[in-house]
C-alpha cells in the first residue's frame, strides 16, 4: 500500500508538471523546435503522457472523465492557439491527434489492467 501511494504522488506531480509544460508550450508564440518529430507526433507524445500519468496519478478517477477532461484540454488549447498575437494556428487536426492518443493510452492500460484501482 505504501508503494501504490508514493507511484501516485510521484504520478500526481508528474501529471502536473507535464500539463503546466504542454500548456505553456502550446501557447508559446515562438516555442522550441523539436526536429526530430512533427506537430501531430509532439501533441500525441504529450497528451498520451498527460493521460498515462493521469491514470496513475488519479487511480479511482473514472478513466472517461479522464479522457473527457483531456480532450477539452486539447480542444481548448487548440481554442486559445487562435487568438492572433500568439501567432499559432487553430488546427482541429491537433485535437484529434490529441484525443487519439489518449483513447489509446487509457485503452491499452484498461487492457492491461494498470494500475489497479483502490478499494
Known amino acids: 500500500m505504501l508503494h501504490r501511494n508514493r507511484v501516485a504522488r510521484i ?3 508528474a501529471f502536473w508538471l507535464s500539463l ?3 500548456v505553456t508550450l502550446a501557447l508559446l508564440p515562438h516555442p522550441p523546435h523539436v526536429p526530430e518529430l512533427n506537430d501531430k507526433a509532439q501533441h500525441m507524445l504529450a497528451f498520451g503522457t498527460m493521460a498515462l500519468l493521469g ?13 473527457e477532461r483531456l480532450s477539452f484540454l486539447g480542444a481548448l488549447v487548440e481554442v486559445l ?5 500568439l501567432h499559432r494556428d487553430c488546427d482541429i487536426r491537433d485535437w484529434i491527434a490529441d484525443t487519439l492518443a489518449i483513447i489509446a493510452v487509457l485503452v491499452l492500460l484498461q487492457v492491461l489492467k494498470l494500475p ?3 478499494r
Open 11 to 13: 504520478a500526481l506531480l
Open 81 to 85: 492557439q487562435a487568438i492572433p498575437a
Open 116 to 118: 489497479r484501482r483502490k
Open 20 to 22: 503546466v509544460g504542454a
Open 55 to 67: 491514470a496513475f496519478a488519479f487511480p479511482r478517477f473514472p478513466r472517461v472523465h479522464l479522457a
